[in-house]
């Protein structure tokens, strides 16, 4: 069966930080590209970080540049998402999603489009507050 586990969600101080991983497990990430998207309530969802299947390309939404930062270690199936100097504003519930090429295709690189992901996390989640 396949699956993707976020964890690491909880709350924490405006400035503070996190640490989010996505584990994955019936598939392996070596033709897998890694994004993370978030959720608030009544909000749409956002894109906010890619990382491609070697790691080669990594993408962040506007919102989050210079502060989050994602990586994946491919052998223990897991990427990470480390989250510095939080806001209120990045309150929301935090997924990982996985979107899988053929061995052939080479590397998976990050898609344009959260509809463009094959595979969903439950969520975590984020909220800051003081």
């Known amino acids: 069966q396949l699956r993707l586990v976020e964890s690491g969600g909880g709350v924490v101080q405006p400035g503070g930080s996190l640490r989010l991983s996505c584990a994955a497990s019936?598939?392996?990430?070596?033709?897998?590209?890694i994004g993370w998207y978030r959720q608030a309530p009544g909000e749409d969802r956002e894109v906010i970080a890619c990382i491609s299947s070697r790691g080669t390309s990594t993408q962040y939404a506007d919102s989050v540049k210079g502060r989050f930062t994602i990586s994946r270690d491919n052998a223990k199936y897991m990427s990470n998402l480390q989250m510095n100097n939080l806001t209120p504003e990045d309150s929301a519930t935090y997924y990982c999603?996985?979107?899988?090429?053929?061995?052939?295709?080479?590397?998976?690189?990050?898609?344009?489009?959260?509809?463009?992901?094959?595979?969903w996390g439950q969520g975590t989640q984020v909220s800051v507050s003081s």
């Open positions: 999603a996985a979107r899988v090429v053929s061995v052939s295709a080479g590397e998976a690189m990050c898609p344009r489009f959260l509809m463009e992901y094959d595979y």
């Open positions: 019936g598939f392996t990430l070596d033709h897998t590209a």
